[in-house]
């Protein structure tokens, strides 16, 4: 039992390591799970696709992945025009009235558009593919071969524990935020944050490669 929990709590801390920094994608769920809107449905998303993306980096993927350069840079693309399209419309919210930003009076998005968001949070971002697909695969071929699945279950696991508990602990701060003050600080926050990533990802997918030849 000893044998197999060393590898599982491996994949557990260094997956919840990458996954706990702030970002695009649990800026979302923060913030739905604030509006108590479509949670379940959007951590269990976000837990799956991971889960995915780790179990095809723990597979061998990874290294197949990273002989094809040009994927890299449409997802750097991608990436970059969703995160700056969405930080802006991040940023209009904060610069509306603060009655406007009261979840009382509306604001709610339908499931289909909510799943596609984090879809696009989460698939867009290289990000994403580096820290799952590639870290994670590295990290599992140190393990013996036979115990590289129960690496990448901790690893999975941490995931979806994070994620349940990004959503669902966020109702905890609903008194907080049933000023309006807050919620325009979240959007300033997640705007900044957006734009930020937006830009760095497009320096480190391509502007500081072509300048680097």
């Not at 990000?127 to 870290?135: E, G, M, N, P």
Request: net charge positive.
């Amino acid at each position: 039992m000893f044998y197999i929990l060393i590898p599982f709590l491996s994949g557990f801390a260094l997956s919840a390591s990458l996954i706990m920094a702030i970002g695009a994608q649990n800026l979302f769920v923060l913030r739905q799970g604030l509006k108590k809107e479509h949670i379940g449905a959007i951590v269990l998303f976000c837990g799956l696709s991971d889960a995915l993306l780790i179990t095809l980096g723990v597979s061998g993927i990874g290294a197949f992945l990273s002989k094809i350069p040009q994927l890299s840079k449409i997802f750097t693309l991608a990436g970059f025009l969703f995160l700056s399209y969405y930080s802006i419309m991040a940023l209009r919210r904060a610069m509306k009235s603060e009655d406007s930003l009261n979840l009382s009076k509306g604001h709610s998005v339908s499931l289909a558009k909510a799943l596609f968001t984090v879809a696009a949070f989460t698939w867009l971002n290289p990000h994403v593919y580096i820290d799952t697909v590639f870290l994670m695969g590295t990290a599992a071929s140190a393990q013996p071969y036979s115990l590289r699945p129960i690496f990448g279950i901790g690893a999975s696991a941490a995931s979806f524990v994070w994620f349940f508990a990004l959503g669902y602990a966020a109702r905890f701060l609903q008194p907080i935020f049933q000023h309006p003050r807050s919620w325009q600080r979240l959007d300033i926050l997640t705007g900044s944050v957006m734009l930020f990533l937006a830009f760095l990802l497009l320096w480190q997918g391509i502007l500081h490669p072509f300048l680097s030849l």
